[in-house]
């Protein structure tokens, strides 16, 4: 009895959420992967590492980060995919996190809506060792997403990254 009971919970939460799933957010899931493959494209000539996306909703200012490790000495290849954003994007790039006090702002890209774009990390090294000389080369970056507001709506920002072998 006790049984049949656990069943009947498991099957009501199981109509629950699929009646809050509903076929735009499949829609927006193929559009995202799309995004993603787009973006894998654009650097087909490294090895893939992986991708990072990042969901937010729409409406009111924000921002999001993401850090990435390079951990091998090769040129890393970054393309970031803002064409699901829709309010304006500016990416920033940092060599440390938003809570250190003395990080370095390495460089700033404005206006990434609607775009895709590829970032190699041999350049990102060529301006931060003019910045901080005493520095060889970065480990890891963080990647600062400004949201302005707008629509309110499910969006996504899509980051692909690989090395040259």
């Known amino acids: 009895m006790?049984?049949?009971?656990?069943i009947g919970i498991l099957f009501l939460g199981l109509v629950a959420i699929s009646a809050t799933m509903s076929s735009d957010d499949g829609e927006f899931e193929a559009q995202v992967n799309t995004?993603?493959?787009?973006?894998?494209?654009?650097?087909?000539?490294?090895?893939y590492e992986g991708s990072k996306v990042t969901y937010f909703t729409a409406g009111k200012k924000q921002t999001k980060s993401v850090e990435l490790f390079l951990f091998l000495a090769n040129d890393y290849q970054i393309a970031l995919g803002g064409k699901k954003c829709?309010?304006?994007?500016?990416?920033?790039?940092?060599?440390?996190?938003?809570?250190?006090?003395?990080?370095?702002?390495?460089?700033?890209?404005?206006?990434?809506?609607?775009?895709?774009?590829?970032?190699?990390?041999?350049?990102l090294n060529t301006i931060y060792r003019k910045k901080v000389?005493?520095?060889?080369?970065?480990?890891?970056i963080h990647?600062?997403?400004?949201?302005?507001?707008?629509k309110t709506a499910k969006e996504a920002i899509v980051l692909v990254y690989g090395h040259k072998a």
């Open 2 to 6: 006790k049984a049949l009971k656990n």
């Open 133 to 140: 000389p005493q520095v060889e080369r970065l480990k890891n």
């Open 86 to 123: 829709t309010p304006s994007l500016t990416v920033k790039i940092y060599d440390a996190a938003a809570d250190v006090e003395d990080r370095t702002l390495i460089k700033e890209y404005k206006s990434m809506q609607g775009k895709n774009t590829v970032i190699s990390s041999a350049e």
């Open 35 to 47: 995004l993603k493959q787009d973006c894998k494209n654009l650097i087909k000539s490294t090895r």
């Open 143 to 150: 990647i600062e997403y400004s949201i302005g507001s707008g």
